[in-house]
């Protein structure tokens, strides 16, 4: 591995390991730099601000996720399988940290990546159920969407809050069953 990856990536996991236990807003230049064992100059070579490193992170964060989800296994009905949700909950446990913290951010409505997903699994859940259910109404379908992904970052949130204690198998098959059952609002 070059110098400078090796560089950001223990910039990166410092960074990480200081969200763990400190918010980002205030999280210092000089705490990344003391945790990675480097000095100042080093870290705005690579970096302008925490900022910048925080916005770089939520981007790579986006990148993996998007990969992580194209794998995603859809039925013939255009609906996810059940591997969907375990891909889910699997990709939050391998960033727990960060995804915790963007979660818990008084800032994470601004959060762009948190923005782009939910806008991105609107666009995907209303295509689906419009061919579903092509007699339901646009609203409805809305209604329908902005319960259960609230729902389901509601429990994401508290799954994470709580030490991932339930095993990524259970906490998929509830969020997997509440989306399903809500289904029965659109027929």
Not at 61 to 66: G, I, K, P, S
Not at 84 to 101: D, G, I, L, P, Q
């Amino acid at each position: 591995m070059p110098q400078k990856k090796k560089t950001t990536v223990k910039i990166r996991e410092s960074f990480i390991k200081l969200l763990e236990t400190t918010p980002l807003e205030d999280i210092t230049v000089t705490a990344v730099c003391d945790k990675a064992g480097i000095n100042r100059a080093t870290f705005y070579y690579h970096y302008d601000s925490v900022q910048n490193l925080f916005d770089e992170l939520e981007r790579q964060l986006e990148n993996e996720f998007n990969q992580s989800m194209s794998l995603a296994a859809y039925g013939s009905d255009g609906a996810p399988n059940k591997s969907f949700y375990v891909m889910f909950f699997e990709f939050v446990a391998r960033n727990a940290s960060v995804c915790k913290m963007i979660l818990n951010s008084p800032h994470s409505g601004n959060s762009s990546f948190l923005t782009r997903a939910m806008l991105g699994g609107r666009d995907k859940v209303v295509s689906t159920m419009s061919k579903l259910f092509p007699d339901c109404s646009a609203d409805k379908i809305d209604y329908y969407y902005i319960f259960v992904s609230h729902g389901f970052m509601g429990l994401l949130e508290h799954w994470l809050n709580n030490d991932m204690k339930e095993s990524i198998e259970y906490i998929s098959e509830i969020g997997e069953r509440i989306s399903y059952g809500g289904i029965k609002y659109l027929q």
